[in-house]
Every structure is written in C-alpha cells, then in structure tokens.
T-cell receptor, first 119, second 110 residues
C-alpha cells in the first residue's frame, strides 16, 4: 500500500514570496491533516479536512495561509506571502477518521514532509 | 486545554532500559499516542493506549493512567537506532485531531 506522498521535499524562498505544497493521502483515507513542525517542537495542526470539508482550521494563520482539498483526495497548502518564522517542516497526514467501522480512526499516517526555508 | 508535557531530552546506554514520561490535562477524549521520529523523517506510529494499563509490543511498551493524565513509553534492550525523538500525542476532537507534546530527544550511547 502506498503511503502519504508529499512534494516538494525541500523548498527555499525569500520572505514575501509565495509557496505551495502538495499532498496525496493514502487511498481511502477520509481525513487529511496539515501540520507545521518547527525545529525542536512537536507538530502543530494547521488544518484538518474530512473528505472535502474543513473540520478544524483554528490554528491556521488565515491572513497568509490557505488550503484546499477540492475533490476530497489531494490537498494543497499555500503560503502567501511567506515570513521568516514560517521556516519549518510541513507534514501531511491522513487517517480513517470519518469512515464508519474504522478500527482505529485516530491513527495518523504521515508523509515525509516538506522542509521550507524562508530567507 | 490539552497541555502535554514531556522531558526535552534523555540519554541512555545501549542495552539499557529507558522510560519516557508524558503528562497531560485530562479533558476531552481519552487515549494517548506515542510516535517515533528520526531526524529529518516523518513521525511513525508506535502505540495507542485507550484503556488503563500496560501494553507490550516487542521491545517497546506503553502505559496509560487516564485518571492521572499520565503515560510512559518504556524501551528495553536499547539499540543505537532507537536514537530519535519520541512524541506523545492526544486526540483533541472526534475527527482525530492530535495535540502533540514537544517531543523527547533520546540519545543512545555505546
């Protein structure tokens, strides 16, 4: 079974530029999560989708971050404009949460992440 | 709130046993996850405890006390490859949102 795919793996941009990250979750997983992980810290949830609807975006800085999951499968996270403090690893994860009968809906499977450096 | 506290770093010797503790506020959904994260890699699932007690899985065991808001991860027969960050995480909503601790950086030395 293929895992969660993310691209690009690395990105370096200057502040005030824009950047987009792409995620393809595990096939059949209804819920998709985007996390931001700053060096030395645990992942922090930015946004959670169930199918193509937003479940939780309470910690998404909406003035500069946006995300979509139009067809309930792939997702894109965008930052515009980027700031120095956005330098982090952006992790995408997926889970069976939202699917009836799922044995462990809370277990999340993570992609390799995109390491963003803003200079 | 969902404050999760775990030590920032620990050091142990190859072949030894180490216990990594995690405490959290007992509100919301029960259950606790442990993930392992090697440097530069994504977190990988280790365990999920939803009931009180100890669950053993090979060299790794995880314990939960829901009333005390306390969990620990026990690693036996430590190997050099166990050097990693260990993240404790708690479900925060019905949709599976996880709140992570800052992670415990474990260094295993010869």
């Amino acid at each position: 079974e293929a895992g969660v795919a993310q691209s690009p793996r690395y990105k370096i941009i200057e502040k005030r530029q824009s950047v987009a990250f792409w995620c393809n979750p595990i096939s059949g997983h209804a819920t998709l999560y985007w996390y931001q992980q700053i060096l030395g810290q645990g992942p922090k949830l930015l946004i959670q989708f169930q199918n193509n609807g937003v479940v939780d975006d309470s910690q998404l800085p909406k003035d500069r971050f946006s995300a979509e999951r139009l067809k309930g499968v792939d997702s894109t996270l965008k930052i515009q404009p980027a700031k120095l403090e956005d330098s982090a690893v952006y992790l995408c994860a997926s889970s069976l949460a939202g699917l009836a009968g799922a044995s462990n809906p809370y277990e999340q499977y993570f992609g390799p992440g995109t390491r963003l450096t803003v200079t | 709130g969902q404050n999760i506290d775990q030590p920032t770093e620990m050091t142990a010797t190859e072949g030894a046993i180490v216990q990594i503790n995690c405490t959290y506020q007992t509100s919301g959904f029960n259950g606790l996850f442990w993930y392992q994260q090697h440097a530069g890699e994504a977190p990988t699932f280790l365990s999920y405890n939803v009931l009180d007690g100890l669950e053993e899985k090979g060299r790794f065991s995880s314990f939960l006390s829901r009333s005390k808001g306390y969990s620990y991860l026990l690693l036996k027969e430590l190997q050099m490859k166990d050097s990693a960050s260990y993240l404790c995480a708690k479900p925060a909503n019905q949709g599976g949102k996880l709140i992570f601790g800052q992670g415990t950086e474990l260094s295993v030395k010869p």
